[in-house]
Each structure stands twice: as structure tokens, then as C-alpha cells.
């Protein structure tokens, strides 16, 4: 199992989490599968960027991500040189720590009607 560390997020984490992760797993459905409920729009499929997370600790662990990822990337908030898109980026066997930013780019959410 891997360490992941969650910085507080506002509304989704205020507090902050530290949790395990089976490496393999994308963080999106780590997050999920404990009580984190980051946006995923458009259901974890690399179209769109509300997943966006920026790794504080633990980048290098992790695969590079696709060309399809980075061009998405260059259209999500905040973007910095560590961020990933959740439901691409897979845990790998060193500890993460993860950033949810403030703010997600959803041109269409379900939730706000």
C-alpha cells in the first residue's frame, strides 16, 4: 500500500487526509473510494479537467502522462508543472502528496442547474 497525503481542501477535505492506496489504482477512484469527492465530469474518460490535482510530493513516481493529459492540463486552474489529471495519473509505491485545487474549469456540471 501506498501513503497518499491530501492536503485540506475548503469544502471537499477540510481537514486534510492521510490515506492508503493500492498502487495501480488512479488517484480519482482513491480519493473517491474514501470519502473524497473530487469532481469528475466526465466520468474519469480524459475530457475534461475537473479531476485536476497538483502532486506536492511524489511526481516523479508516477507515469508521464499522455499527450491527450497534457493538452487537457493546459486548459484546467492553477495549473502548475506538477499537476495531473486524477483519473489518468495511477498510484504508484511512493508516498504522494496531493493539492485539490480551489477551483475546477466545468463547462457543464450536473450539479449546478
Not at 85 to 94: D, M, N, T, W, Y
Request: charged share 25%; net charge negative.
Amino acid at each position: 500500500m501506498t501513503k497518499v497525503t491530501i492536503l485540506p481542501h475548503d469544502t471537499l477535505c477540510p481537514e486534510g487526509k492521510t490515506i492508503e492506496a493500492t498502487p495501480g489504482t488512479s488517484i480519482c477512484d482513491t480519493l473517491l473510494d474514501n470519502g473524497i469527492e473530487i469532481e469528475h465530469a466526465c466520468e474519469k474518460s480524459c475530457a475534461c479537467t475537473t479531476c485536476h490535482v497538483i502532486l506536492r510530493e511524489g511526481y516523479q513516481d508516477l507515469e508521464p502522462p499522455t499527450e491527450k493529459e497534457d493538452d487537457l492540463l493546459d486548459k484546467a486552474w492553477g495549473l502548475e508543472l506538477t499537476s495531473r489529471l486524477s483519473c489518468q495519473a495511477r498510484v504508484g509505491g511512493e508516498p504522494l502528496t496531493i493539492e485539490i485545487p480551489r477551483y475546477t474549469l466545468n463547462q457543464v456540471s450536473e450539479s449546478k442547474k
